[in-house]
């Protein structure tokens, strides 16, 4: 599969107000290849949103290299960066972040209006579409105030997926929904990232939602570690493992698990 992001040896590290450094990312190797379906688990301030924007160009290395469809992104300009964002990555938080005053269908345009050609011009018919796929076409304008918290989710959904995005970054996607919301809504954005070839880092505090994803690593201080073998298809971990193991932190290393080699 043709590799999407490749993170080499990343490390990122911020200068504090007292001049101590923090280094949050500490020598990060990840591999991001088209329809791979990744998720990230980690206690709070472990660095999954940091290593995210990595992925998706929100931000660059302190040290180490990130290249992304094999060019190193230190050596893409920033309009260039942004452009290269906008017209691969699609982004999906916790909180939404919907355009408040905009109906559902403004939102799912919004992105279109960075576009060129033909996809700037069919921008209404586009969004159209990718909210019915979302299952919210009798909602298009409806302000998002009047949806329910799944409701507002499949609008972002159907807003970072809209231009087609390569790679779709999801940081808490469940974050602000209730246990069964949450896994509809994890159905679908697995299922539009299938279908799309796309493929999809979900970053999560859920171990049902970890379940879904094919490889599962754990972030703790800054490194990151495998949470089971290659091509976990299916579900290697068992529930409680998966359960106990958000909660604490801790990996249940088998023999094999600390060895993946993609
Ligand atoms: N620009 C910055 N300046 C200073 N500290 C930062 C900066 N960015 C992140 N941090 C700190 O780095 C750590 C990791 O932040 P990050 O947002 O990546 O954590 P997280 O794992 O996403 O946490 P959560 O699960 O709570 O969202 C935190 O302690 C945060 O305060
Ligand atoms: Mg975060």
Not at 121 to 139: F, I, P, Q, S, T
Request: neutral net charge; glycine residues 10%.
């Amino acid at each position: 599969m043709e590799s999407l992001v490749s993170l080499r040896g990343v490390t990122r590290t911020v200068v504090l107000p007292d001049d101590q450094k923090l280094h949050i990312l500490r020598g990060i190797d990840l591999e991001i290849s088209a329809g791979d379906h990744t998720a990230i688990i980690g206690r709070s301030g472990c660095g999954k949103s940091t290593l995210l924007n990595l992925l998706g160009l929100l931000d660059v290395p302190t040290s180490g290299e990130i290249l992304f469809l094999g060019t190193p992104v230190l050596r893409i300009g920033g309009n260039a960066r942004a452009r290269l964002r906008g017209s691969t990555v699609g982004f999906v938080f916790q909180q939404f972040n919907l355009l408040p005053g905009r109906s559902a269908l403004d939102n799912v345009i919004t992105p279109l209006l960075y576009a060129r050609g033909r996809d700037f011009l069919r921008r209404r018919e586009l969004a159209m579409d990718m909210l019915d796929r979302v299952g919210l076409a009798g909602r298009a304008q409806t302000m998002p105030n009047m949806l329910s918290g799944g409701e507002q989710q499949r609008v972002a959904i159907a807003r970072a997926l809209v231009r087609r995005p390569r790679l779709i970054l999801a940081d808490e996607p469940t974050g602000a929904l209730d246990v069964e919301t949450g896994q509809s809504v994890m159905a679908l954005l697995d299922q539009v990232a299938t279908e799309s070839a796309a493929a999809l880092v979900t970053i999560t505090h859920d171990s049902n939602v970890a379940a879904l994803a094919r490889s599962r690593f754990r972030l703790d201080s800054g490194v990151l570690h495998p949470l089971d073998g290659e091509s976990n298809s299916g579900i290697a971990l068992s529930e409680p493992a998966l359960s106990a193991l958000a909660a604490s932190g801790s990996a249940p290393l088998g023999p094999t698990s600390s060895e993946v080699d993609r």
